[in-house]
């Protein structure tokens, strides 16, 4: 978080011209969230919703706030403006389908769908309703992070030849163990749209909603979203040619957590290779001149040669080059006030893309098969019925995404 003098922020802008700002989860991401926003000259929160109810109602008191556990009347405030995302992963595409719907623009926390077709869906309501997305992956906004890519993009490393990414492994374990739903604790809006399962603590608690397939595939897009979105941003392999993926990896069989763990994915971007296996945070280009690698964690990008990372910047406006943003929220801010969709510095159809490819990783280890996934008419040219099946999934009447 960038504190509001830092950027030079000193007051807050007359009501009426602040952008009005719903918080859709407070738990520890939204807590980081919350407090970004809040402190932003152009910004009143005016809605916090939460299914615990000490949450929302904590949050909510300190800006002044509306406290509800359903989102829908936060949609319905009329100068609510935006709204900000940060539930578990199964809740992503609803609310922010139904943000756009009622002429709300929105920030999404990572990963963005439950499915590949949850995702399409997605970037057919925001385009249809010109609203803003923003997703949550704030490396667009660190400066490191933007200029190893720029350099990709511009061609220092030569021919992109092979990308290796790693991000965080999964892991085994919960417990099945059912228990009494805690005081102040509404589970049956916590599940919405997933099956209806026995509570346990370990369930509704990370690492539980980060590793349960019923709310999400795990690391494989839950933390992949980071070193694979770099990807997107730093070339255009994936929209090149076909994309060939194979496999293999783990479901876990034994307690609560049973999304794909120990992957080891090789996947071919058109003529590119792409490596994705688990391991420490990194995105690394290697190309017929050398090598850049950028890491978000750390706040290091590193070269074959260092001095490509000394270049200064051209003069020239017709040299490639990327959006810059000082800081995430901020920017999202800022695109809303405009109302262009384009001046994110995340936007949605990037989101999408690095998406798909963790739902085929995730769609290949579990049916054992080579997919083919073709990129412009977004469809699989290779794969079973069953592989095909699994572009979607069921939502929990009476959700729909329709």
């Avoid at 997605?122 to 997305?133: H, L, N, P, S, Y």
């Avoid at 589970?187 to 099956?195: I, S, T, V």
């Avoid at 590119?272 to 990194?282: M, S, T």
Wanted: aromatic content about 8%.
């Amino acid at each position: 978080v960038v504190s509001a003098r830092a950027l030079g922020w000193e007051e807050k802008a007359p009501a009426n011209e602040r952008v009005g700002v719903a918080m859709i989860g407070v738990g520890g991401r939204g807590r980081d969230l919350f407090r970004a926003f809040v402190q932003h000259p152009d910004v009143q929160v005016l809605a916090v919703v939460d299914c615990y109810r000490d949450r929302r109602e904590s949050i909510a008191a300190q800006c002044g706030a509306k406290a509800t556990v359903d989102f829908r009347e936060a949609l319905a405030l009329s100068d609510v403006d935006a709204v900000v995302v940060a539930t578990p992963d199964h809740w992503h595409v609803p609310i922010a389908v139904a943000a756009a719907k009622a002429g709300k623009h929105a920030y999404v926390e990572k990963p963005l769908g439950l499915s590949i077709e949850q995702d399409l869906i997605c970037r057919k309501i925001f385009a249809e309703t010109g609203r803003v997305f923003q997703y949550g992956t704030q490396q667009r906004s660190m400066a490191h992070c933007h200029w190893g890519c720029e350099l990709v993009r511009r061609g220092v490393i030569g021919k992109i030849l092979r990308i290796e990414v790693d991000c965080p492994n999964g892991g085994r374990g919960g417990s099945t163990e059912p228990a009494p739903v805690p005081e102040g604790f509404d589970y049956e809006w916590w599940l919405g749209p997933a099956p209806v399962k026995p509570y346990t603590p370990h369930r509704c608690n990370p690492p539980g909603t980060y590793w349960i397939y019923d709310y999400s595939i795990g690391y494989l897009a839950g933390w992949g979203s980071h070193p694979l979105d770099i990807m997107i941003w730093g070339c255009d392999a994936d929209q090149s040619g076909p994309i060939v993926v194979e496999g293999t990896g783990e479901v876990p069989t034994e307690g609560l957590y049973d999304t794909v763990i120990n992957w080891d994915m090789k996947i071919l971007l058109g003529e590119v290779e792409l490596i994705f296996r688990p391991g420490n945070e990194r995105t690394k280009f290697i190309g017929e001149h050398g090598w850049i690698q950028v890491a978000r964690d750390t706040r290091r990008t590193l070269a074959s040669d260092p001095g490509w990372l000394q270049q200064p910047r051209p003069a020239d406006p017709g040299e490639y080059r990327l959006m810059v943003s000082r800081a995430h929220h901020a920017n999202f801010i800022e695109a809303v006030k405009k109302g262009d969709p384009t001046a994110a510095v995340a936007p949605l159809g990037d989101a999408v893309r690095s998406d798909i490819i963790s739902h085929l990783c995730d769609i290949a280890v579990r049916t054992g098969e080579r997919l083919v996934w073709d990129p412009k008419k977004e469809e699989l040219v290779e794969g079973s019925e069953k592989a095909r099946a699994m572009l979607s999934r069921p939502m929990r009447p009476p959700w729909t995404l329709g």
